[in-house]
């Protein structure tokens, strides 16, 4: 039920609700602190482990870089207390959910696991629908291919298929090494979007691109030596 709550709808209406306060550029900076919250978390409760300084370089180099790619060149920062706190809570949630998840995955298989969350999550945000002002008409999406095209790829692609491979990853790497890739996020949206809707890519951007990789790697080399040594 936790894990329903924390992965499967707390997430998504924290991090939902900052979008609709604060600019989208800084949710997506804080999100990217996950890797670093999760770190600390199962630090804090489990113990086991160690905090090494090359985490810490690699997690700062490759946040440093997440700067540079997600500003893309435009030096643009609002403070929104409200939004910035419902954001930091998305991340909180989600690193609860995939420490949660990497204990539960030692007994339990990942498929199992991915039911039961989207089953409690849904369960857990229907009161929030319920109460929300937003209406939802069915027919307008039967009606539209386009946006039920949008809600098939939401709920299959970016939903299931994501968490069934984020479980995976979580239970075959550990929390701490898998969470790290979570900087990889706005590399893979500036490039999606690159592609797509043929945004510009700045120097800044490039920059920024090397330095989420170069952070990634000094931390990856923690893991490979810890497995060798």
Known sequence: VAMGMCGGSLYFLFENTALQIAPASNVALIICITPILTTFLTRLVFKKERIKPC????????????????????????????????????????????????????????????????????????????????????????????????????????SLLCYITWNKAVKELGIVRTSNYLYLNPLVTLLTSSVIIHERITLIALIGSVLILSGIYITEKKFRFSVFH
Not at 98 to 123: A, H, N, Q
Not at 146 to 157: A, D, E, R
């Open 55 to 158: 985490m810490i370089l690699g997690s700062f180099i490759a946040l440093s870089g997440v700067v540079l790619v997600v500003f893309n060149g435009k030096y643009l920062l609002k403070i929104s207390p409200l939004g910035d706190m419902f954001t930091l809570l998305a991340a909180l949630s989600w690193a609860f959910y995939s420490i949660v998840f990497g204990e539960l995955s030692k007994r339990y298989s990942t498929l199992f696991i991915t039911r039961k969350v989207f089953f409690y999550g849904i369960v857990t945000v229907l009161p929030f629908l319920y109460f929300s002002p937003a209406a939802f008409d069915i027919r307008l999406v039967v009606a539209s291919p386009v946006i039920l095209s949008n809600l098939l790829f939401l709920g299959i692609v970016a």
